[in-house]
């Protein structure tokens, strides 16, 4: 690895960084150091001229690498774009100093020369990454031909990627083919709408672009993305291609009925809403006498603890549908609907409103407490209604407006069809989820997506939908959250978008979201690899399969580059050329600790690694609020909170800093950790932190760990603050003046 780089420095002393610190010493302390051959402050650095300057000392200088103290990396990036080769550190003297620190205060001073000493111990043992180039298919394989899947393979087709769409079934539409009539979709939204879907499953079929593959099942999924081999039973043969990348929108099953007999299913008359749209749909909905009264129950299973805890979205625009079916069939019936919300978004509130205003068509919330047969009729008892009192409504049909199950969920005890050894797709209860069978992937983390509590595969909601735990495969429709089918149209854009995304990353050879452009890879020293299996076990994307000896095999475009298995690592022999323990190590011991001998005082110092995801950009919102915090931190951005080594804050601890504090973002089912399990996994670190604070004989009060995201930025300086406060009062970590 090249050491010292012949590196160029510079400073900007524009907004405000000049009236916070004394750019020109700082250039002069910055002149000492060997390697830095050019050191200038400019005022307006940050523009195309300040850039082109920067360039020309770069060819006059014979420059490998610049360090840039102005605004933070987020801002002007279009700007400082240099040679790939070049490794270049921006350091956020703007933001992190002068905005939100005491200006020309001796701390604040101080504060800049360590943040551009350690961009300077930074770029010394950084090499800039190159792109591994590989020959990869692009086709994009959709598993379920349902609305969602038709939509995603269509999608992909118009982006110009051909399709291989695959179906279990012997017919393409999925359920969206068994709806008789939609809920309106558009202006007026009074109307029921014709189901478009067989000029969908036309549409589909006559797209060039798309190979058809019904009565399809995969067998197995192998290899990374950009090249996964798939296995398939197709009509009985086995079938084998490969694919770039997968959506998989395998949908829905409903809710098993027959575990809600206390609303009555199992009784004469009583159908779910499925059954009844079926009957509809085939023209079977005959009963042998006039239908008079027919109560509607919703939520029959979904928001309740013992059932489906989630509100399953489309049915109570299904049931205000089907009582429009049952009024076009028995125009003199009343319809009773018993709810708990109505939940119609949006334009269907319209829709809902039209219903509403139905002669003979009445919708109460209550609770039902009972359904039985009373001398041969069905009586539906509901409490807790609106107007206080108890109801009674003996009915002739009842409809449950039961709810829907990702077909990612099966029950544990799902009892396997011996023909196929496949689970059964059992609806869950309680929490008994194990995977449905339908990826098959041969990773050593499990067949099938992760999956979320209540049997969806895992998203990450609020930043990257679609996104799953393993790369390259997107979730979409109601196999990722219940929706009707436009939102679920709309979800397979966004997925077949992404799946298309990422080969096309994938092909530049670099990462894909949350490190989009990112081109390194962790290279393992694996020579000195004791087969630990941590690396292999905490990846949270699934990329390290590993030998029979338990050596990890890495595929690379399974790897989003998160560093987490660079923290796992005991030896430390994972690291990246831009990113690695020792760059990290060499940061900490940049630092100037102060002491009293040699300074006549020695303030606290405090070391913060941050999460580069959602805290270190909060520290811009803070410094553009201007709000000042504690000038003792010095703050080390990381990938993740999980590429953290233990080895880091053992040493500082040890080099002298009195306190540690750590940022990730929120872990958890509702995570918000953009690498899944990283914070969590530095988390579980931090046992083993304590553990070296005992044996350095230092308080456990030196060390904290916080987790935050983005719009919490206003916690940051009261926690530095609150930190420093407690640090001054125990004391000076020991091992400072050794
Ligand atoms: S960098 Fe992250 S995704 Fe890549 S192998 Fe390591 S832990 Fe897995
Ligand atoms: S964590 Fe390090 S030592 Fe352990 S298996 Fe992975 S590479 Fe080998």
Redesign the pocket.
């Known amino acids: 690895m090249a050491e010292n780089k012949r590196l160029g420095v510079y400073i900007c002393s524009a907004y405000g960084i000049g009236e916070a610190i004394d750019c020109e010493k700082l250039a002069e302390d910055l002149k000492k150091i060997e390697n830095v051959v050019i050191c200038k402050v400019r005022k307006d650095l940050c523009t195309e001229s300040g850039a082109d300057e920067i360039r020309q000392d770069i060819i006059e200088h014979n420059l490998e690498g610049i360090v840039i103290g102005a605004s933070s990396p987020r801002f002007h990036t279009e700007i400082f774009k240099f040679d790939p080769k070049i490794a270049v550190d921006r350091v956020s003297l703007r933001e992190q100093v002068a905005w939100t620190h005491e200006p020309k205060h001796k701390e604040t001073q101080r504060l800049a020369l360590d943040y551009m000493m350690m961009g300077i111990a930074k770029l010394n043992t950084f090499e800039p990454p190159e792109p591994m180039i590989l020959d990869i298919n692009e086709t994009v394989m959709v598993i379920g031909g349902g609305v969602t899947g038709m939509n995603a393979a269509l999608a992909t087709t118009k982006a110009g990627f051909n399709v291989i769409l695959v179906e279990k079934e012997a017919e393409l539409g999925g359920f969206y083919r068994k709806l008789y009539r939609l809920t309106p979709t558009k202006e007026p939204f009074n109307e029921l709408m014709i189901n478009p879907c067989e000029a969908l499953i036309e549409e589909v079929k006559s797209d060039p672009k798309i190979e058809i593959l019904t009565n399809t099942k995969i067998i197995s999924t192998s290899g990374q993305p950009g090249m996964f081999d798939v296995i398939a039973k197709s009509n009985g043969e086995e079938i084998r291609f490969q694919v770039g990348t997968i959506v998989q929108a395998t949908g829905w099953i409903p809710y098993d009925a027959t575990k809600l007999s206390h609303l009555g299913y199992g009784l004469d008359n009583v159908l779910t809403n499925i059954e009844l749209e079926e009957q509809f749909k085939k023209n079977t909905f005959e009963t042998d006498k006039v239908i008079e009264n027919v109560v509607f129950i919703q939520c029959a299973g979904s928001r309740d603890q013992n059932h489906l805890p989630y509100c399953s979205s489309v049915c109570c625009m299904t049931s205000l549908k089907q009582a429009l079916y049952i009024r076009e069939k028995y125009p003199h019936s009343k319809i009773y609907i018993i709810y708990k919300d109505i939940r119609t978004p949006g334009p269907y509130e319209m829709f809902y409103k039209r219903v509403q205003s139905e002669d003979n068509i009445f919708l109460t919330k209550g609770e039902i407490k009972f359904v039985q047969k009373v001398n041969g009729h069905l009586n539906v008892t509901v409490g807790s209604t609106l107007l206080g009192d108890e109801i009674s409504i003996d009915a002739d049909l009842l409809v449950l407006a039961t709810g829907m199950v990702p077909t990612t969920a099966v029950e544990e005890n799902g009892n396997k069809s011996e023909s196929e050894g496949e689970p059964q797709e059992i609806p869950l209860s309680g929490n008994r989820i194990i995977h449905s069978n339908i990826l098959n992937l041969t990773y050593r983390q499990g067949p099938e997506l992760p999956l979320l509590k209540y049997g969806f595969p895992d998203s990450h909601y609020i930043c990257f939908p679609y996104e799953t735990r393993r790369t390259g495969i997107y979730a979409a429709g109601t196999v990722r959250a219940p929706m009707d089918s436009v939102s679920a149209k709309s979800d397979a854009y966004g997925a077949a978008l992404k799946a298309i995304q990422a080969l096309v990353n994938i092909k530049k050879g670099t990462a894909l979201h949350p490190r989009s452009g990112d081109m390194s890879f ?1 290279d393992f020293f694996l020579q000195r690899c004791t087969q630990c299996k941590r ?1 292999t076990e ?4 699934g ?2 399969d590993e030998d029979d000896k338990g050596t990890p095999k ?1 595929n690379p475009n399974r ?8 923290g796992a690592c005991p030896e430390r022999i994972i690291s990246f050329k831009n990113y690695s323990v020792r760059m990290i190590s060499e940061m900490i011991k940049s630092i100037y600790i102060p002491t009293e001998e040699e300074d006549g005082e020695a303030p606290p110092r405090i070391l913060c690694f941050m999460c580069e995801n959602d805290a270190y950009p909060s520290l811009d919102i803070v410094a553009a609020k201007k709000i000042k915090y504690t000038p003792y931190v010095r703050i080390i951005p990381l990938r993740c909170l999980g590429s953290t080594s233990i080895s880091w804050i053992a040493d500082s601890l040890s080099q002298g800093f009195d306190g540690v504090i750590l940022f990730g973002c929120k872990y958890g089912d509702d995570y918000q950790c953009h ?1 899944i399990r990283g914070s969590e996994i530095a988390n579980t670190r931090m046992e083993n932190v304590q553990e070296k604070l005992k044996q350095l004989a230092l308080e456990p009060e030196r060390v904290e760990l916080h987790m935050l995201s983005i719009d919490e930025y206003d916690k940051i300086p009261g926690i530095f603050n609150r930190f420093a406060e407690l640090i001054e009062k125990i004391g000076p970590n020991p091992y400072k003046e050794m």
């Open positions: 962790p690396c905490e990846c949270p994307f990329t390290l890495p790897c989003r580059r998160c560093a987490i298995c660079m690498f």
